[in-house]
């Protein structure tokens, strides 16, 4: 194959540095901003993996998908699920090395979150899972946070994990991996109704501050 991974987006930025991501793992990429256009620009036959930046919409994936499948049977295509180099990085990696027909080892991933976050988890067979949450501010700038790591028999689990480790403007993507072989995001931002309730008891404490000891 002339590359081995077709990145195709609107943000350039973001694309030339996942090309320079991957380039560290000795993974071969090329990448277009041209999407209406991606279709006609570059063959199937060409690439082992296609990657969608969420500025995609589905009818334009699909039309790639249905040309580069026709081109190349065995084409794999990731829909990226965050602007994050190191997220997206970890996608396609994952992705390139799963097996044909691999059955998931995660049949549901969940959450929820009022005061407390509480992530769902049920799994098919005992492995290895990695929660990390991944918190993208208002100026696209991330950061990460490694929340645990935990060996999980068969069954459903529930993973209970503070609150404050969520950014609390921004978005935050709960990212579960199993195995080091399946990848699983979830966005999950912070409620606006406690947002405000957070928002009082800071306006509350600057305006009240503690009495001094007499």
Do not use: W
């Amino acid at each position: 194959m002339k590359n081995d991974i077709l990145l195709i987006g609107q943000r350039r930025s973001i694309l030339s540095a996942l090309t320079d991501a991957l380039a560290e793992d000795n993974l071969r990429a090329t990448y277009t901003n041209a999407i209406a256009t991606a279709h006609i620009d570059f063959n199937g036959s060409d690439f082992a993996l296609v990657a969608f930046g969420r500025g995609v919409t589905s009818q334009q994936q699909a039309t790639i998908r249905a040309t580069f499948s026709a081109q190349n049977p065995q084409i794999r295509f990731v829909e990226g699920l965050a602007p994050i180099i190191p997220l997206l990085k970890d996608q396609i990696r994952i992705d390139l090395a799963r097996q044909p027909n691999q059955i998931p080892l995660l049949s549901r991933f969940d959450y929820t979150l009022t005061y407390a976050l509480r992530v769902l988890v049920d799994v098919r067979r005992d492995c290895l899972v990695k929660l990390t949450i991944y918190h993208l501010n208002s100026f696209f700038k991330a950061s990460q946070v490694a929340v645990l790591t935990r060996r999980l028999t068969a069954g459903k689990h529930i993973l209970s994990v503070d609150r404050k480790q969520l950014g609390s403007f921004g978005t935050n993507f709960l990212v579960l991996t199993i195995n080091d072989s399946g990848l699983y995001v979830r966005t999950c931002n912070v409620p606006l109704t406690i947002m405000k309730n957070l928002l009082a008891k800071r306006h509350a404490a600057k305006s009240y501050p503690a009495s001094p000891h007499r």
